[in-house]
Each structure stands twice: as structure tokens, then as C-alpha cells.
């Protein structure tokens, strides 16, 4: 983060976070409760490590960390995270078929495992199939590696009803989205309207706006090439959760604060992620490795409507209308 983002981000939150100097002492000053909690975030320094930085008390430090990610979250979501338009959907749709190659695409989902220090009162609920605590954050990201839509809550096993428990499964069912209405591909002669869809792998329950890649064992080559470039528009998610964990170093070891507050921090290191991305960039050597774990697929079933939309995507894909230089190269890599 640049110092001109810093001076940005403290414009923003820095009215929520300071108080008033009193005749017993000074106030913690906005500037110094920002710097602690980047610190906390971008290098993983526990609280104690912290102490002997800056010379505040560990539960000082605490409350400091707690009430900055909460103002982070609700001052930059508004900004840095609103819901997409139709018209925005639009692009991020156009922008996908460019770099990706993929029509009517409009965002890679996927789901990271966050490991927690085991709660106080811990149930099933945070308890993971890698056989340690967790929370799952959920996410949408567009192609230029940010995230359109959050979500992170407790689910310990990871099966095929996750994503549709979740706030964001939710919406997206019941077609709250506000997508783009059905349309046919470019240039295909079948005319055949297509609806709006987001990419995820072998975990999700494929939908009519759900595309998952066909199973890896006895495919056509048809098949062989939707999974190739289905795997070249999933790459976007996969990045960014590369780009969040290694530029929020917070990630890459066990959470160790109560679960509401975990959650917070959590969507807070994806809005400031965002933040980031848009004023800074990005270093290519954040995006070289995730180490936060995948969901696995347990028993996931798709819709006959989602069968057919990827049947004529396959089709379409290997179409002289659809397809792209070097597929059926990169495709034997996929089967």
C-alpha cells in the first residue's frame, strides 16, 4: 500500500476510529490504530509482537484491531464492493470473453477454508474435513482479480449444499443478481440464448448459471476442450485468493480471536484487498501461491437445464464460430 492510499484509506475511516483526548490522557491518534492494524494484517505478527512495536497493551491492541476491520468493512464496502449493476455485469461479461475467452461469463466462485484456533465453545460447525477449525470465505471475482461478492460463515464438511446456504447461493437463486437477460453466443449460427454464468470447479452442484468442468475420466475431446477453457476463466478466482493471502499475511497462520471478530478481519482483508488492487496493483510475486485449502466435492448433482447450457458451450467451444488458437493442444492436458 502506497502512502498516498494510506493517507486515502485514513480519510475515510479515520472519523469512525478517533477519540477525544481526555485531562487523564491522550487518545490513541486515528493515524496509529490504522498503521497497528495493517501491520496485524499484512505481515501476521501476533498481538504480542505488536506490544513491543508500538508499546500499547495487548487488549488495547485488541480493541484497536476489532474496531478498525469493523470500519473498514462497513466505510469501503459501500465503495469498493457494492453490488454490480446490470450494466456492470455487462462489462465484466465482455472483459471475461476477451482475456478469458469464455462468452457470457461473469465471475469465478470459489470457496477457501480460513483455519481458526479452536473457539471456546466449538461445535461441528467449525470443524473441517483436513480434520482442523475453519471458516469458509466464499467469493465472486471479476477478471481484473477483485471481489464482486462475499460471503463468510461456518461450514465444517464442505458439501454440495454449501454454496446454497450461504447469503450468496441464496441470491443467486432466487435471481437477485440483477444479470443480464439470456442472450445467443457471438456469431453462433444455432441462435440459441445463452443466460449469463459463473465458472466454479467439481465442488459446486452445477446450475443453469453455474458451470463446473465435465468429470476427468473418459472424456471426448470436446469435452477435454470446455474444461481447458472453463480452467482458463476459474484461474481469476484461484489468483485472487493467491493475491489476498500473500499480500495479507494475516492468512497464513491459525486466526486466533473469537469467531464474529475472525469473520470481520476476514471481510475486511477482502474490501481493503479491493482497495488495493484499484489504487496500487498488484506485485506478481502475491499471486505464486494460495495457502488457503479448496472445498473438496461431496455428492455434487447438477440441474438438466445447466447439462444442456454446458452441452452447447461444448459445442459451441469447438465450433470455427467459438473456438481459439491451440485449444486441442492445451486441451489433452485436461483429460
Request: aromatic residues 12%; proline residues 4%.
Amino acid at each position: 500500500m502506497s502512502v498516498n492510499s494510506f493517507e486515502m484509506l485514513l480519510n475515510m475511516i479515520g472519523e469512525t476510529t478517533s477519540k477525544r483526548n481526555t485531562k487523564m490522557r491522550e487518545c490513541i491518534s486515528a493515524e496509529e490504530k490504522l498503521a497497528v492494524t495493517l501491520r496485524h494484517l499484512g505481515t501476521g505478527n501476533s498481538m504480542r509482537s505488536l506490544h513491543f512495536e508500538f508499546l500499547l497493551v495487548r487488549s488495547t491492541i485488541a480493541d484497536i484491531i476489532r474496531d478498525t476491520c469493523t470500519s473498514k468493512w462497513e466505510m469501503l464496502k459501500v465503495e469498493y464492493m457494492k453490488p454490480p449493476t446490470t450494466e456492470e455485469w455487462k462489462n465484466i461479461s465482455d472483459k471475461y470473453e476477451k482475456t478469458a475467452d469464455f462468452p457470457h461469463c461473469v465471475g469465478s466462485i470459489d470457496g477457501k477454508h480460513v483455519r481458526i484456533v479452536k473457539p471456546w465453545t466449538s461445535g461441528s460447525e467449525f470443524y473441517n474435513y483436513k480434520k482442523y477449525f475453519s471458516i469458509v470465505l466464499m467469493a465472486i471475482v471479476d477478471s481484473k482479480y477483485c471481489f464482486r461478492f462475499i460471503d463468510v460463515a461456518a461450514f465444517g464438511q464442505g458439501d454440495s449444499n454449501m454454496f446454497k446456504a450461504t447469503e450468496l447461493g441464496k441470491t443467486l437463486y432466487q435471481q437477485a443478481l440483477n444479470l443480464s437477460e439470456a442472450a445467443p453466443l457471438p456469431n453462433d449460427p444455432c441462435g440459441l440464448k445463452i443466460p449469463c454464468v459463473f465458472v466454479v470447479d467439481e465442488a459446486f452442484a452445477m446450475s443453469e448459471h453455474l458451470m463446473r468442468p465435465y468429470p476427468a475420466k473418459n472424456l471426448t475431446n470436446k469435452q477435454k476442450v470446455f474444461n481447458y477453457r472453463l480452467s482458463r476463466a476459474r484461474r481469476y478466482v484461484e489468483c485472487a485468493f493467491g493475491i489476498l493471502s500473500n499480500k495479507w499475511r494475516y492468512f497464513h497462520r491459525p486466526v486466533d480471536v473469537n469467531v464474529d471478530v475472525a469473520d470481520t478481519i476476514v471481510q475486511a482483508c477482502c474490501v481493503l484487498h479491493n482497495f488495493v488492487r484499484q489504487h496500487d496493483g498488484y506485485n506478481f510475486e502475491d499471486t505464486l501461491i494460495c495457502r488457503m485449502e479448496s472445498i473438496p466435492a461431496h455428492g455434487t448433482k447438477g440441474t438438466v437445464s445447466g447439462k444442456s447450457i454446458k452441452d452447447h458451450l461444448a459445442d459451441y467451444f469447438c465450433s470455427p464460430q467459438g473456438s481459439v488458437p491451440l485449444q486441442d493442444h492445451y486441451a489433452n492436458f485436461f483429460g
